[in-house]
Nanobody, 124 residues
Framework: VQLQASGGGLVQTGGSLRLSCAAS????????MGWFRQAPGKEREFVAA????????YYADSVKGRFNISRDNAKNTVYLQMSGLKPEDTAVYYC??????????????????WGQGTQVTVSS
């Protein structure tokens, strides 16, 4: 399984970005997917997750109402639409795949595979 995250960049406060995570593997439609982020000097933290069907989504309180996670199983891709960006959203964003049907999608250790990360920088 390989995950390729893209779409990061530099944006001003209040701006928007859409991150994409393209996955290899025929079983993508059966995986739950998540986004995490890590700012310099901080632990990697949960941002959002989506169930295999897309029917359930989960968000960290800090991004609720501003970020939206979605997936296109035909394209083996999960997205993170980010709006209302703040300087505190600055981090490297990672996508992750959970392939065993486990719950607790807000925990790092739930996930089996990780992408390489994409930098998001929000200027004030």
């Amino acid at each position: 399984v390989q995950l390729q995250a893209s779409g990061g960049g530099l944006v001003q406060t209040g701006g928007s970005l859409r991150l994409s995570c393209a996955a290899s593997g025929r079983a993508f439609s059966r995986w739950s997917m998540g986004w995490f982020r890590q700012a310099p000097g901080k632990e990697r933290e949960f941002v959002a997750a989506i169930s295999w069907s897309g029917g359930s989504t989960y968000y960290a309180d800090s991004v609720k109402g501003r970020f939206n996670i979605s997936r296109d199983n035909a394209k083996n891709t999960v997205y993170l639409q980010m709006s209302g960006l703040k300087p505190e959203d600055t981090a490297v964003y990672y996508c992750a795949a959970e392939i065993g049907g486990r719950h607790n999608l807000n925990y790092r250790r739930t996930y089996n595979y990780w992408g390489q990360g994409t930098q998001v920088t929000v200027s004030s």
